[in-house]
């Protein structure tokens, strides 16, 4: 992962996946890292978007719905947090 904060290679994380979105844009995985790389740049609107497309094509994931959580909590939206975390 990239997109680690201890890493804090944000500019090549954004790179493999733009190139990676490119080739395969229905990948639920892909959404999720495209998220977590927002989230690293604390651009939660843009994380929720790519968290929610995540979900969209991948509803079982826990992960990407937790992230979706976590991302309501970070804009204060803790009605949707709640609900994210307890699917």
Do not use: C
């Amino acid at each position: 992962y990239y997109y680690s904060k201890s890493f804090k290679q944000f500019d090549k994380a954004k790179a493999i996946i733009d190139e990676a979105m490119a080739i395969d844009s229905l990948n639920a995985f892909l959404w999720e890292s495209f998220g977590a790389w927002h989230f690293y740049q604390n651009q939660w609107e843009a994380a929720s978007l790519a968290f929610h497309k995540a979900v969209e094509l991948d509803d079982n994931n826990p992960t990407a719905w937790m992230n979706l959580g976590v991302t309501a909590i970070r804009t204060k939206d803790y009605v949707s947090a709640e609900s994210n975390l307890l699917k």
